[in-house]
């Protein structure tokens, strides 16, 4: 069976893990602030904060960007359930903007209105979370000239997009946002088993993002209300959470970090191979304009003819095991429990209804690649 995502791990990853284990602090060491640095340098970001998965990540950030009960958060359908999940955490609402049909990324005219119309009903939300689906970039200029004019915190959840890039810089580095969340579980660009981090440009933002996923507690005497007791000494200024990352998963992500660019280089030759191989099928192919690169985490197709349940099960039973991404958040049963309902972002339930997610990683031979390519020839034509 050819899997849709798989993770790369090698005998220096695992050399890296085991010196942690060996001979280094298991958390709270010297490893993770390592991590952290480089992933500032990769991404050209000023600061960042490891955490243990890109969903606690993806909580900071909105308790960062101060969204408390009575906000409204909006994100879109086209995702993980998890970049709507962070807004409820925080006692906030969600709303939803439907995608585009060919970037499968937010539709920006749809944002504009809807944010024309909450500014009319005095019902702007707090913050607004961008995904960019598959690894390609959401136009962040666009979208951030609207989130300025409307005051409203822009966050990205890059967990597809590490080592793609948007205009001159990476995807994360923030240029265009207040903060980029990242995602280490073994399908995403690298991996630290579990593990995400997120990156912001501005220190007050990082304090806080420090604060919410370490307890809330600070060593730090300049943040203190009143005196210190002695250096032992720490106070707890928010209800803040345990999301650290462990030295052990920070040094699997460190390892894999420096093997980052070869992945993605490998992922857009096989994206390459599927888009001449795949030309003369009734498929829709995925599209990048050129000021994009794409960290290809996903390799997308939309089926223009077939059955996508038939094929999905052809596919399968030929040991091509693709995927479907996703289930439109507002369709799911606690969601609809919420008010949502089928109808409502006609694009990403269009787009839901004929997708199949094609297998894609670096490790993917030439071999598997050709019956990935003969088996849908077979099943399609
Ligand atoms: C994987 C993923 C997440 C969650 O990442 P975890 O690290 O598993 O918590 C969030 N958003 C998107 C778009 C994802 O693909």
Not at 23 to 30: A, P
Not at 176 to 200: C, N, Q, R
Not at 207 to 234: C, I, M, N
Not at 314 to 338: D, E, M, R, T
Request: a negative charge; hydrophobic letters at 40%.
């Amino acid at each position: 069976m050819i899997p849709y995502g798989k993770h790369c791990v090698d005998e220096d990853d695992i050399d890296a893990v085991v010196d942690v284990l060996r001979n280094q602090f298991l958390t709270q060491g010297s490893v993770v602030p390592q991590f952290e640095q480089a992933l500032c340098e990769y991404t050209g970001t000023n600061h960042c904060v490891a955490v243990n998965s890109a969903t606690s990540g993806l909580h900071v950030a909105c308790l960062a960007a101060g969204v408390i009960a009575g906000d409204v958060v909006w994100t879109v359908p086209n995702s993980f359930v998890a970049s709507a999940n962070c807004a409820l955490y925080c006692g906030a609402r969600i709303d939803f903007v439907d995608i585009d049909p060919l970037t499968r990324n937010i539709d920006i005219g749809a944002l504009e209105k809807k944010l024309h119309h909450a500014a009319t009903q005095n019902c702007l939300p707090k913050a607004l979370i961008v995904v960019h689906f598959s690894g390609l970039s959401c136009d962040m200029q666009s979208i951030h000239k609207l989130t300025q004019m409307y005051s409203i915190v822009l966050i990205e959840d890059a967990a597809h997009g590490l080592g793609g890039s948007y205009q001159q810089s990476k995807i994360g580095s923030c240029v265009y946002s207040d903060m980029a969340v990242l995602s280490f579980h073994p399908v995403k660009s690298i991996t630290s088993a579990e593990g995400g981090a997120v990156l912001t440009n501005q220190s007050h933002v990082y304090e806080k993002l420090t604060l919410f996923a370490k307890h809330g507690v600070t060593k730090d005497p300049s943040q203190f209300r009143g005196e210190s007791h002695g250096s032992w000494y720490y106070q707890q200024l928010e209800l803040g959470y345990n999301y650290r990352l462990s030295d052990i998963h920070a040094a699997l992500g460190l390892s894999q970090l420096k093997k980052l660019d070869v992945f993605i280089q490998k992922r857009s030759k096989l994206a390459n191979v599927y888009n001449q191989a795949l030309a003369d099928l009734p498929l829709k192919l995925p599209v990048v304009e050129p000021q994009f690169k794409s960290a290809w985490h996903l390799y997308m197709v939309e089926l223009t003819q077939h059955d996508r349940q038939k094929v999905y099960q052809q596919l399968h039973k030929k040991g091509v095991a693709v995927n479907v991404h996703y289930i439109p958040i507002h369709l799911q049963p606690y969601y609809q429990q919420l008010g949502f309902k089928q109808g409502d972002f006609p694009v990403s339930e269009h787009f839901y209804q004929h997708a199949l997610t094609l297998p894609l990683f670096p490790s993917l031979t030439p071999a598997e690649q050709s019956k990935v390519v003969d088996v849908l020839h077979e099943v399609l034509l």
